[in-house]
């Protein structure tokens, strides 16, 4: 069924794009027929909105800081406009504060700013998916998870010893925190923050060549022990991809 965007869930997911760049991806989407739903200025970077075709919000965010994502050589975008991977995340939430403690006292961000009822927070990190932007919208109407939603966003840990820190951190906070699930590529941890939103924490390791070995990813659907006897099901039911650059059918 068809989700519902509301407050208790994220909203939106933003990727970095060179400042100079708006135009090239303004004049892009609109060929392709993308509806552009909004351009708009936040924390002096130039947005564009839109959704994709299951109503998930994507914004682009045009940004003159530097990037040490790897070019996709193959791909369809000239370096000089290409994706410089995830820029922020957007929580709709009914009040910031205890949220934000969270954010600042629990897991290393800080408070970058306020801007009408949008405040946002830097990590600690590298140049990808620094910033977490909350909505504040005090009584709004509750998500409802369904197609479009989002059901949550992940934050990265190095190994299980750095994930395990955390875990212990949360747990005495009083936070409800799951075991560790083993994902077969990565290690998660689960909880949900004072306003709703569920959070993932997930180690690098293994990674994703733990049973293909680099060349070879995307050719075949690999799937974890305790699905591969279903295998035959999900084969019949799952769409094929097609990838266009190669011509190819996965």
Known sequence: HKGRVGNGETSAVAYSIPKDSISYWRDRLTRMGVDIEKEASRFSEEVLVFNDAEGIQIELVGTDAPSTIQYWVEG????????????????????????????????GYSFVGKEGNRYRYEA??????????????????????????????????????????YRNVFIQSGRQVTPVRDRQYFHSIYFREPGGVLFEVATDAPGFLYDEPIDELGDTLKLPPWLEGQRDILEQKLPAIQRAHENKEV
């Open 76 to 107: 369809p975008i000239p370096e000089e406009h290409a994706l410089r991977g995830f820029h922020s995340v957007t929580l709709l939430l009914d009040a910031a504060g205890a949220s934000a403690e969270l954010l600042i006292d629990q897991m």
């Open 124 to 165: 600690a990190s590298n140049d990808r998916g620094l910033y977490i932007d909350i909505e504040e919208r005090p009584g709004g109407q509750r998500g409802a998870f369904g197609a479009g939603s989002i059901h949550h966003i992940a934050f990265r840990t190095v190994d299980d010893d750095e994930q395990l820190e």
